[in-house]
């Protein structure tokens, strides 16, 4: 019989609210224009003009920020007592299909002791690396979730401490899967993806010990053995 | 459209004497290891999504799979004998249901399960594998997504019938199928390409724009 | 395991091993700089054994990971000391070709995708889309997907019931969950032609109307599910083995919880009140009278506590939106996304142009993006739709609960036994279907 924890105290949502009405659904959402979340005005007085611009739009507002600091204006949105978004939903990336529009990295954060919702999001030229501040250190939800965004578009975040393809297998060869120009059937003929997997070893993915027999180490990719050399772990 | 000509490792040679009939005694003997391989078929069901559900339901009770004597799911490929591929099998799944199927001992069947199993379904994408009859042989198709359990029962009563059908005096019937040591692909790759090809209106999913 | 010693011209500045041989204990989980080891010093009583780890790969083919997952355990003796979660074996490309398909289209998609929930996705697609185009639906199209939102969570939990009982090893609620399961599905393939990938909903309104006689049915279904529930819950709740496997497991604080953006009924059984139809509602959902059942232990045992009053919550929502079900159309009536009607279609020449515009080329939203999160039995399930205009949008993401609600599992096993490891991912509730995408 396992010990039994202490009982936690019950957290609940929209704590920090005073005299809120309860919420409700949406109705009528305008399409432009309504209500801004608070969040905006304050990051604009906070960063100025790391903050470029910020919407409205279908009731969920979206501000635009500059890409060397968005981890710092996710940070403070996450410590600030005035803002406190403690929940991160999702991380994404959004390629247009335009080629000169820059690929969007999207973060959607909660806040749930003010029942709050905001994107942020900054632009990453194609012409420059892609790359961007990790949230990892910030929010562990982050973990895979960049995972993904890398696997899928090649974005790399900075401060990740184990950035490998996740969704894909490691030695994926036809690239990054959601980036506008990959075909939707993949690069190589159906004969060629099927050869390619199948010569994936499943196995090829064990710790440390298992990777000191030189047979398995010559098989892992280069980002792998780097990231091994340096020691870092985290939940894979 | 379709397969013009088979490359002959794809044909099934029943070799079959003429001049010594199966006398009553083997064709007896054929019935009876047929019928009990039939009627106790193990299965390993390899489940992976949405067809796994409908295989769930089709052995609870309301569509009971033990009377078919295949109540004892083997996970085991190693006790098994039919592996029923239930649901999408992607590219990265791939080298796992060949491992799994080559560690299976004959005799043994496969059922591949579903649309997504049987042909990739609506996956015409870079991640599906089209068809796991590229990858393994496959003895019944059950199509549907998912399929009813009634689908599915009645794909294990034509397995039954196929089983029935078997004759022990062919000598190539179970042989393992040899995949070219150098692709790891037991069809040739121009045949593997030809049915992975969309077709009808299938080519105008591939486009993004109206 | 033989330990082999080789020496490799690697740059690598560890082997793992430290200098006795033995394999190093690494933390997995750094909690904001401080170190969570696994244990600080072995039990007194246990003697001092030469071991090694072990490494134990379970999956992605094994008949109690709830699909293709696939687990690395570092095990001591039967201890995990170390888990390494591998996903992505049911990638199937779906926010890829959510990219050249209409948002019609895609709604079958929506079914495949976390197929226990397939309803309840269809209806989550459905208000993204709907977000997106600014369109209103209709009062009764409200209550139709309300009513099919819990019916799709009474049949996940169900599932979720019968499987995590097999995995610890009561088999009878498996039976008996999928018999009542058998009946939803009856209901369902009356209303939608199909039992698990119903394709229920379609931007601005739902693909049928309920056919006659449906809410007789709907109705006795319901009196007779909350006496299985108890037959369950007596065979279970109090039973010493169940307690005994389940209690204590994988627990998580609530500040650990939010962190990890756990959602559903893991965050909720950690104390946090956090329910999206609560919170941040949709359908109305506010107007009904339902609790939210949250727990204070985060332990296996809480989940299960909370999953099986959550059905017995959406059974209470189910009666109530069958008594306010109310006359009227279910598609809105808008010609820009509704196809009209055949004797309409073939007779006006507007109505002609609309239909020939929606089939050929789908209905086009406004520029614009929306994301809309519903409470699905996983917890947040939300859609991203970012559209340029045309009939395809540019980016349709799919927030999966169970994927971030997995990505805790190594924190949540660490320390426990090999059998827990069953348990504690059983009690996550995943569906790989939605992980991999």
């Not at chain 1, 309504?34 to 007085?45: C, E, H, I, W």
């Not at chain 3, 109690?64 to 690395?72: E, I, S």
């Not at chain 3, 399961?181 to 931007?203: C, F, K, M, N, P």
Request: include cysteine; glycine fraction near 8%; charge should be negative.
């Amino acid at each position: 019989m396992n010990e039994l924890t202490e009982s936690f105290d019950i957290v609940s949502v929209g704590s920090a609210l005073t005299n809120a009405a309860p919420p409700a659904t949406p109705k009528n959402v305008p399409h432009r224009g309504g209500d801004v979340n608070p969040s905006a005005d304050a990051l604009k007085q906070q960063f100025g003009d790391a903050i470029l611009r910020a919407s409205v739009g279908w009731g969920e507002t979206t501000v635009f920020v500059v890409r060397e600091r968005a981890g710092e204006i996710i940070r403070w949105l996450h410590d600030d007592p005035s803002q406190q978004y403690d929940y991160l939903a999702d991380v994404t990336a959004v390629e247009y299909r335009e080629t000169e529009v820059p690929i969007e990295v999207v973060w959607h954060l909660r806040s749930l002791p003010y029942r709050r919702f905001l994107r942020i999001k900054t632009e990453l030229p194609k012409d420059a690396p892609l790359e961007v501040d990790s949230v990892w250190g910030i929010y562990r939800s982050a973990d895979w979730l960049e995972r993904e965004c890398y696997d899928m578009f090649g974005i790399k975040f900075i401060g990740h401490p184990d950035l490998r393809r996740l969704l894909m297998w490691e030695q994926y060869k036809e690239g990054y899967p959601l980036r506008k120009d990959f075909p939707l059937r993949g690069r190589f003929s159906r004969s060629e993806q099927l050869r390619q997997a199948l010569a994936a070893n499943p196995e090829s993915r064990y710790s440390m010990e298992e990777l000191t027999v030189a047979e398995a180490f010559s098989e892992i990719p280069e980002d792998m053995r780097r990231r091994l050399a340096s020691g870092e772990r985290t939940g894979e | 459209m379709g397969l013009t000509a088979r490359p002959d490792s794809a044909l099934r040679r029943v070799e079959y004497d003429p001049q010594s009939q199966d006398g009553w005694v083997t064709t007896r003997l054929d019935f009876l290891v047929n019928w009990g391989r039939a009627n106790s078929l193990w299965p390993m069901p390899f489940g992976t999504a949405c067809c796994a559900i409908e295989f769930m339901a089709t052995a609870a009770a309301d569509f009971d799979l033990a009377r078919f004597g295949m109540e004892r799911m083997s996970f085991s490929p190693r006790q098994s004998d039919v592996l029923i591929c239930a649901g999408r099998v992607p590219f990265k799944l791939a080298p796992i249901i060949r491992r799994i199927w080559q560690q299976m001992a004959q005799p043994k069947w496969s059922i591949a399960m579903g649309a997504c199993a049987s042909t990739g379904n609506m996956f015409d994408n870079y991640a599906v594998v089209q068809g796991i009859d590229t990858i393994i042989p496959v003895d019944v198709y059950v199509p549907g997504c998912p399929p009813r359990p009634e689908g599915l029962l009645y794909g294990i009563q034509m397995l039954q019938k196929k089983v029935m059908s078997e004759r022990m005096s062919d000598r190539v019937l179970r042989d393992e199928m040899e995949p070219d040591p150098a692709t790891q692909l037991y069809i040739p790759p121009p045949a593997i390409d030809e049915i992975s090809e969309p077709f009808g209106n299938s080519i105008n999913q591939t486009r993004s724009t109206p | 395991m033989a330990t082999k010693t080789r020496t490799i011209e690697v740059e690598l500045s560890t082997s793992g091993l430290d200098r006795s041989g033995k394999p190093q204990r690494v933390p997995l989980v750094t909690n904001d700089g401080g170190t969570a080891i696994a244990f600080e010093e072995p039990l007194a009583l246990e003697p001092a054994l030469d071991g090694e780890h072990m490494l134990i790969n379970l999956g992605p083919q094994h008949p109690a990971t709830h699909g293709v997952l696939r687990l690395v355990l570092e095990l001591d003796g039967e201890t995990v000391v170390r888990c390494i979660p591998h996903i992505g074996y049911l990638h199937c490309g779906f926010e890829k070709t959510g990219e050249y398909r209409q948002y019609n289209q895609i709604i079958p998609w929506t079914d495949r995708e976390d197929y226990l929930n397939a309803p309840g996705n269809n209806v989550a697609m459905a208000l993204g889309a709907e977000r997106l185009f600014g369109i209103e639906i209709t009062e009764r199209c409200k209550v139709l997907r309300v009513i099919a939102c819990e019916l799709s969570r009474i049949m996940s939990h169900l599932v979720w019931l019968g499987t995590t009982s097999i995995d610890i090893g009561a088999y009878t609620p498996f039976l008996w969950s999928f018999h009542q399961r058998e009946l939803i599905y009856q209901l369902l393939e009356a209303w939608t032609g199909a039992r698990l990938t119903t394709s229920l909903t379609r931007v601005g309104g739902l693909m049928a109307d309920i056919p006659d006689g449906w809410t007789d049915n709907a109705r006795s279904f319901l009196g007779g599910f909350n006496k299985v529930l108890d037959d369950v819950e007596k065979l279970l709740t109090n039973n010493g083995i169940w307690v005994g496997r389940t209690v204590g497991l994988g627990v998580m604080s609530p500040e650990e919880a939010i962190n990890w953006g756990l959602s559903g009924s893991m965050v909720r059984a950690s104390g946090v009140s956090y329910d999206v139809r609560k919170d941040f509602p949709y359908l109305d959902y506010e107007t009904y009278d339902f609790e939210v059942p949250v727990g204070v232990n985060g332990d296996v045992y809480d989940r299960y506590l909370v999953r099986v009053e959550e059905m017995r919550q959406s059974v209470r929502i189910v009666q109530q939106a069958l008594d306010r079900l109310p006359d009227g159309p279910i598609n809105v009536d808008d010609a820009r996304v509704i196809l009209p009607s055949k004797t309409k279609a073939t007779s006006g020449m507007e109505s002609m142009i609309h239909h020939f515009k929606q089939v050929m080329e789908g209905p086009r939203p406004p520029v614009g993006e929306a994301y809309v999160a519903v409470e699905s039995p996983r917890g947040e399930k939300g859609y991203y739709m970012v559209s340029d205009g045309t009939a395809k949008p540019v980016r349709w993401r799919i927030r999966p609960p169970s994927f971030i609600n997995l990505s805790a599992i190594p924190k949540m096993v660490e320390g426990h036994l090999l059998s827990d490891v069953i348990a504690i991912n059983a009690s996550i509730d995943v569906v790989l279907g939605e992980i991999d995408r």
